[in-house]
Structures are given as C-alpha cells and as structure tokens.
C-alpha cells in the first residue's frame, strides 16, 4: 500500500533549467494549467452568449461574480470594486484548484505551501503598496490603534506589528493545512479499505466500515475546498480593506 | 432556456403592470421611507426595482451589476430621477404589493440562518483564530530569534518576541470578539426599531 503522503510528491514531466534554478514543467504546473483551462471553458460558456435573460452558464457565471462583487462591498466599500477581477480570479482560482484535487488520481495544487504562500505573498505585497500609494506615511497609523496611553504604544506598536508580519503566514498555512489534512485523511482511510479487503476471513465485511468513512469524508472535503476557497478570497478582502479604507 | 422564460414571467406577473413604465415612481417610493408603504414593504419594493432592471434597463445582465452599495448597508437602485407627483392609488395594485410583499418576507425568512449554520459558523471564525494565535507566536519567535543572531543577545529578544507574538494573537482574538459584541448590539437596536415601527 502506498504512503499517504505519496499524492503530494512533485515529478518533472518535463525538466527544464532557466540561469542555473529548476523551472521544470511539473504534475503540479499541469493541474494548475488544467484549473485555468476549466476557468476559461467555464468563463467562455457563460459569456459566449450574453443575453438579458441568462442561460444556464450565464446564470452560473454571474451568480459567481456577483457573489464576489458582494462580499467586496460587504467588507471594502465602494472603492474596493477596482480590486474585483483581482478577487475574483483568485477565489476562481483557489476554487478550482482544491475542487480539481477531489478528482481520484488528480494532484491538489493548493496542498502545497509554496503555492499558497505565493499567493499570500503576493497579497501581502499588494496591500503594502496599495496602502503606501493611496495614504503615503499615513499608512503606519494601521500599527497605531486609537486612544492608545502613550506609555504602551512602544508595546503596541511591536505587537501590532508581529501581528500584520503573521498575516500572509496564516493565509497561506490555513488553506494548505486544510487540504493536506483532508487528502491525508482520505488516503489513510483508503488504506484501511484496501488492508481489510486482503486479509483472511471475515474481515473484508470489516472493509464495508471504513468505505463507508470514505464517502462520508468526501462529502466533508467537497465543503472544505469550498469553505476554504471562501475564507481565502474573504480574508484577502479583509486585508485589502485595512490598506485601502485604513480604519484608524 | 425555457425554466429561464417562466421564471421571468413569473417577475412581471408579480407586480402590476401600471408600474411598469415608470421606475422613477418606484425610486421615490424607496427615498421616502417616512410613506405608508416604506417600513413594511421596502423589501418588496426593491426586489420589483431589481425585477425591473432585469427587463427594463435593457442590460445583459441579472440586475446584479445595477446594484451599488451605499453606506447605510442598502443596496441602492440607480435609477432615473423620480417623477414628481405620480402615486400608488389602484387598490388592485397596493393588494399586488401586498401579496408580494408577503412572499419576500416569507423567503427572507426561508434563508435566515438556521442555528446549526450558525454554529458551524462560530467554529470556523474560532478555528481561524486559534491558528492566528499559533502563527503569530510563531512568527514574533521567529522575528526575536533573527534579532537574535544579529545582536548576539541570545535567548532574550527570542522569549520577549515570542511573548509579543502571543500577545498579538490574543489581541486579534479580544478585537474579534469585541467586533462581534458590536454587530450583535446593532442587530439588537435594529430588531427593537422595527418592532416599534409595527
């Protein structure tokens, strides 16, 4: 039985070198490639026929978008509507990914960290220079709450601080976590399946026990890729708010 | 195609066609929230005004786009200036509303959350802020160890940062639950204001 960490393994199917790093064409490069392919069909056939009254695909499409749109005003305002193609990809994105990886024999992408961190990364860098563009040196009074007593600002400020340095770590850690903890899960209860099948006696009756955590199991993994999509796409529109409304 | 085609017109039946043609009437209506139809029947009047949209502004779209936000946490139809003058009189139309009116409140009440959803709500924001917990102390640890190995002060700063970025998670979570304290209160205020209303 192979290992349940054996899905995450990364192989070159076509090993490239640019100026002396790895850029090699990878399973994780080809399901991310597959979740931009499925984006676009999904995009294509809800825009191809643009209508007053939507189609099916149409209606998908912008019930998708305007459920982004929504959660941008709910927790930016109007100015965030520039940053609504940028969220939507990404929730679009992060969505696909992890609804991609469900797929038997297929890889998760967003169960890497570097994959998720990229992202965060990114978006940490973005809010960095939306807020430093939109409100120059008066960016740092984010670090400095409200009515703070002069003697604890030192404190506050570091606190603060750590606390804005931990951001993109938390983004990226709770969606790779998620996803690696459920495939896991998966693998190790398939395993469970496949053990009780080959030994003797009445134990493959056992077999039917964990099957049946399987089923269950996916069931909680379909939400999960979709919760965590969400809270991804949620959270970089919480952070985006703090650079662009500043709310102290 | 053709669920799409009854659903729409089950839209226009919904509300009366002496409306129709003249969506500035229905704007006014939802300006004056003093007016006998405002507080009751808001929600329904907004759900005819995106149905119009649908089919009177001629846009490609399912009213979503039209909509803007305005800070009062109202979605806002812009539609054209309100025509001075013009009122609802028809009894026949103020029964379509009415009739309309109960249905919305009806499907509002369909979609409230139910207290499992709530629940697993509360257990995901409390997931999400015990991680921020472990990864800010993490991170203030990191922070102090780095500071560390530059001033040579080992294990001092690592302790203090770490204590910081304790601190720090600790904080998200009180500022958290103080925000929470804040909308439940609203809520409160809001439910008690449109009890008085009725």
Same mark, same amino acid.
């Given at each position: 039985?192979?290992?349940?960490?054996e899905?995450?393994e990364?192989h070159?199917?076509?090993?490239l070198?640019?100026?002396?790093?790895d850029a090699?064409?990878?399973n994780?490069?080809?399901?991310?490639?597959?979740?931009l392919?499925?984006?676009w069909l999904?995009?294509?056939?809800?825009?191809?026929?643009?209508?007053?009254v939507p189609g099916?695909?149409?209606?998908?499409?912008?019930?998708?978008?305007?459920?982004?749109?929504?959660m941008i005003d709910?927790?930016?305002?109007?100015?965030?509507?520039?940053?609504a193609?940028?969220?939507?990809?990404l929730?679009?994105?992060?969505l696909?990914?992890?609804?991609?990886?469900?797929i038997?024999?297929?890889?998760t992408?967003?169960?890497?960290?570097?994959?998720t961190?990229a992202?965060?990364?990114?978006?940490?860098?973005m809010c960095?220079?939306?807020?430093f563009a939109?409100?120059g040196?008066h960016?740092f009074?984010?670090?400095v709450p409200?009515?703070?007593p002069v003697?604890l600002l030192?404190l506050i400020?570091?606190?603060?601080l750590?606390?804005?340095?931990?951001r993109?770590?938390?983004?990226?850690?709770?969606l790779?976590?998620?996803?690696?903890?459920?495939?896991i !899960?998966?693998k190790?209860?398939?395993g469970?399946?496949?053990?009780?099948?080959?030994?003797?006696?009445?134990?493959p009756?056992?077999g039917?026990?964990p099957?049946?955590?399987?089923?269950?199991?996916?069931?909680?993994?379909?939400?999960?890729?979709v919760v965590?999509?969400?809270v991804?796409?949620?959270?970089t529109?919480v952070?985006?708010?703090?650079?662009?409304?500043l709310?102290? | 195609?053709?669920?799409?085609?009854?659903?729409l017109?089950?839209q226009?039946r919904?509300f009366p066609?002496t409306w129709?043609?003249?969506p500035?009437n229905?704007?006014?209506?939802?300006?004056?929230?003093?007016?006998p139809?405002a507080?009751?029947?808001q929600?329904a009047?907004?759900?005819?005004?995106?149905a119009?949209s649908?089919?009177?502004?001629?846009?490609?779209?399912?009213g979503a786009?039209?909509r803007?936000?305005?800070?009062?946490?109202?979605?806002?139809?812009?539609?054209?200036?309100?025509e001075?003058?013009i009122?609802?009189?028809?009894?026949?139309?103020?029964r379509?509303?009415?009739? !309309?009116g109960?249905?919305? !409140?009806a499907?509002?009440a369909?979609?409230?959350?139910?207290?499992h959803q709530?629940?697993?709500?509360?257990l995901?924001?409390?997931?999400?802020y015990?991680?921020?917990?472990?990864?800010?102390?993490?991170?203030g640890?990191?922070?102090g160890?780095?500071?560390?190995?530059?001033?040579?002060s080992?294990?001092?700063?690592?302790?203090?940062f770490?204590?910081?970025?304790?601190a720090?998670?600790?904080m998200?979570l009180?500022?958290a639950?103080?925000?929470e304290?804040?909308?439940?209160a609203?809520?409160?205020?809001?439910?008690?204001g449109?009890?008085?209303?009725?």
């Amino acid at each position: 039985v192979a290992s349940p960490l054996e899905q995450f393994e990364i192989h070159r199917t076509l090993p490239l070198s640019v100026a002396g790093y790895d850029a090699s064409f990878t399973n994780a490069s080809l399901f991310m490639a597959v979740a931009l392919l499925a984006i676009w069909l999904f995009m294509w056939l809800g825009t191809r026929n643009a209508a007053i009254v939507p189609g099916r695909w149409q209606a998908a499409v912008e019930g998708l978008h305007e459920f982004v749109v929504g959660m941008i005003d709910e927790n930016i305002g109007p100015n965030g509507r520039k940053y609504a193609p940028f969220i939507f990809s990404l929730f679009l994105f992060v969505l696909v990914a992890n609804l991609i990886g469900l797929i038997p024999y297929s890889f998760t992408v967003t169960s890497h960290v570097a994959v998720t961190f990229a992202f965060a990364a990114l978006i940490f860098i973005m809010c960095l220079v939306i807020g430093f563009a939109r409100h120059g040196l008066h960016f740092f009074t984010l670090f400095v709450p409200p009515q703070t007593p002069v003697i604890l600002l030192p404190l506050i400020i570091l606190i603060e601080l750590i606390s804005y340095l931990s951001r993109p770590l938390t983004l990226s850690v709770r969606l790779f976590a998620n996803m690696t903890a459920g495939h896991i !899960l998966l693998k190790v209860f398939a395993g469970f399946i496949i053990s009780l099948g080959l030994a003797g006696g009445v134990l493959p009756l056992l077999g039917i026990l964990p099957l049946g955590m399987n089923v269950a199991l996916y069931a909680l993994e379909l939400l999960v890729a979709v919760v965590q999509a969400y809270v991804f796409a949620l959270l970089t529109c919480v952070y985006l708010n703090d650079s662009i409304n500043l709310p102290h | 195609m053709i669920g799409m085609a009854s659903r729409l017109t089950l839209q226009v039946r919904a509300f009366p066609r002496t409306w129709l043609p003249a969506p500035g009437n229905l704007h006014r209506r939802i300006d004056r929230r003093d007016g006998p139809i405002a507080g009751k029947h808001q929600g329904a009047i907004r759900q005819c005004c995106i149905a119009a949209s649908l089919t009177f502004a001629g846009r490609p779209s399912n009213g979503a786009g039209l909509r803007r936000f305005d800070p009062r946490g109202l979605f806002v139809l812009p539609i054209a200036a309100p025509e001075p003058g013009i009122v609802l009189t028809e009894p026949e139309s103020q029964r379509d509303l009415d009739t !309309l009116g109960a249905r919305v !409140l009806a499907a509002q009440a369909r979609h409230a959350p139910t207290p499992h959803q709530v629940a697993s709500g509360a257990l995901a924001s409390g997931t999400r802020y015990a991680l921020e917990i472990a990864v800010a102390t993490m991170v203030g640890g990191a922070i102090g160890w780095q500071l560390d190995r530059w001033l040579g002060s080992r294990p001092w700063l690592a302790i203090v940062f770490l204590l910081l970025g304790l601190a720090a998670g600790f904080m998200n979570l009180l500022r958290a639950v103080n925000r929470e304290a804040a909308a439940l209160a609203r809520d409160d205020t809001a439910n008690a204001g449109k009890e008085g209303d009725t």
